[in-house]
């Protein structure tokens, strides 16, 4: 029985950046081996054991054969007499197939350490084509490492986006590469290449539409890209993408529609929604006056959640980072929500017997708090 460190560990490793977590395979094994040694096995499609100690995944070589569209169409074949070659070649990129022995030696069939030095995603065998999310995997290395799709790697994912294996797609791999994806340091990099190679239009139609624009596509890779560069948290980018479908004739609906086929978590559906919706007077923040100021806050129910207003206001700065000038709206909006959560909602309603009077009362007392706090004459 051999172990080898393998994957993106490795990748890592030979890229001088830290590495999260390690991910072994193990030769010359069966699943009975694991257990004897304590191994726990974890793996469902294949066998996959947590070390007893430290709870790394160590990974029986394996092979695979393709028996069905989609990416769950595999038969797995995972035996003692699989190599370590075997197993590297099935995977989805050279920088991906990359292992190191117990001695630190690293063991490079397809030639990932090269792609490295060179800054190039290239997939290891024609098998790539075989696994749709292996199009999304690219997209987010892209947008991670900055790294150029070799040219035979680009073809191979439209054809695959041709022959509708991209159709085969599930929501939640969709949403988890995209999520990924989103979080890396140029997001604006994945959606490119999935415009590129065709994908976008399956995955994401309402956004392919929606980039038609040449301008609007751009600003919108420039917002993501800025989005990014602040460490802004991923409900932020995904209101900042939801902001390019503000040109469709229904923007709402296609979000809702968007935001449902891929089963986005509800605090991304809500704050895309909010952006979508009151971009255009947060915009004016600077030049509205009390009253307007607060019918957007109670809009937003800044009131009860300002934490999410906050997130809002960087969702919109970042749409609006190509514009020359500070976005001046965010300090005053901030300024303005504070002085009105100041107010003693409480002390007000013990005076007041009648819900409507209470409430009058309550607007009132802001927009004065809100007046007197942006200095407004």
């Known amino acids: 029985m051999k172990i080898y460190a393998v994957g993106g560990a490795v990748r890592d490793e030979l890229l001088g950046l830290p590495v999260k977590d390690r991910d072994y395979v193990v030769v010359g094994a069966t699943p009975e081996d694991m257990t004897r040694l304590g191994y726990k ?36 074949y995972a035996a003692p007499d699989v190599t370590l070659d075997q197993d590297l070649s099935r995977r989805d990129l050279t920088i991906n197939a990359i292992a190191r022995d117990a001695h630190g030696r690293i063991i ?38 900055g790294f150029k799709v070799a040219p035979a790697t680009l073809r191979l994912m439209r054809a695959m986006v041709e022959a509708g294996e991209a159709d085969a797609l599930v929501a939640e791999r969709v ?27 399956r995955v994401l139609p309402e956004l392919a539409a929606a980039w038609a624009s040449r301008a609007r596509y751009a600003r919108s890779q420039r917002a993501l890209d800025y989005a990014a560069a602040r460490g802004h948290a991923l409900e932020v980018r995904y209101a900042v993408l939801a902001c390019a479908l503000a040109g469709a004739e229904a923007p709402e609906r296609e979000l809702r529609r968007m935001s449902t086929r891929l089963r986005a978590p509800a605090d991304c559906g809500d704050l895309a929604l909010l952006a979508l919706r009151h971009r255009g007077q947060i915009d004016l923040g600077a030049k509205l006056g009390p009253e307007a100021v607060v019918a957007l806050l109670q809009a937003c129910d800044a009131w009860r959640r300002p934490a999410r207003f906050g997130r809002l206001l960087q969702a919109i700065e970042s749409c609006n980072a190509s514009r020359a000038r500070p ?43 809100v007046k007197s706090a942006l200095a407004v004459k």
């Not at 990924?180 to 415009?195: D, Y």
């Open 41 to 76: 096995p974890v793996g469902k499609d294949f066998p996959v054991f947590l070390h007893p100690k430290t709870r790394e995944e160590y990974a029986l070589a394996r092979t695979e054969r393709k028996t069905a569209r989609g990416y769950k169409g595999f038969q797995v």
């Open 175 to 201: 949403w988890q590469e995209l999520a990924i994806g989103l979080m890396e340091a140029s997001p604006s990099k994945m959606f490119a290449l999935l415009r590129n190679c065709g994908a976008l239009a």
């Open 108 to 145: 490079d069939p397809c030639g990932g350490a090269d792609d490295l030095k060179r800054g190039v995603l290239r997939h290891v065998s024609p098998a790539f084509a075989e696994d749709p999310v292996r199009i999304l995997r690219v997209a987010r290395f892209a947008a991670r490492f």
């Open 327 to 369: 976005f001046a709206a965010a300090p005053r909006l901030v300024v303005a929500l504070r002085a009105a959560r100041a107010v003693d909602a409480g002390a007000i309603a013990a005076r007041e017997s009648e819900a409507h009077r209470i409430a009058a009362r309550l607007r009132a007392a802001r927009v004065a708090a």
